[in-house]
């Protein structure tokens, strides 16, 4: 059973940058594409960004392009999400995802793909 946890958040000014990590245990993940999704204050989850098993291609919400970038090092079982030029309005509690197939797969912001989930980790940007 793999299990994902996610770390990196905290509290930080508008302007500011944080590196997110999504370190998976239990089984390894590398030949997953996996993803981030967010969840603000009384809003629905949201796709961020996704990345493919093999780091080659990625996809990010119109909402953060240029502003995140997704990673993976597949030795160290482990996806980030780098953030910067951070507002307010990425507040959110952020959580990394698996998908459901391995291999290649058809890029998607669906989170019903995405069947492992980790707990999250609480992003506060302050104006």
């Known amino acids: 059973q793999v299990q994902l946890v996610e770390s990196g958040g905290g509290w930080v000014q508008t302007g500011g940058s944080l590196r997110l990590s999504c370190a998976a245990s239990g089984r390894t993940v590398s030949a997953y594409a996996m993803a981030w999704f967010r969840q603000g204050p009384g809003k629905e989850r949201e796709f961020v960004a996704s990345i493919s098993s093999d780091g080659g291609n990625t996809d990010y919400a119109d909402s953060i392009e240029g502003r995140f970038t997704i990673s993976r090092d597949n030795a160290r079982n482990t996806v980030y999400l780098q953030m910067s030029s951070l507002n307010p309005e990425d507040t959110a509690v952020y959580h990394c995802?698996?998908?459901?197939?391995?291999?290649?797969?058809?890029?998607?912001?669906?989170?019903?793909?995405?069947?492992?989930w980790g707990q999250g980790t609480r992003v506060t940007v302050s104006s």
């Open positions: 995802a698996r998908r459901a197939v391995s291999g290649v797969v058809v890029p998607t912001r669906s989170e019903y793909v995405y069947t492992v």
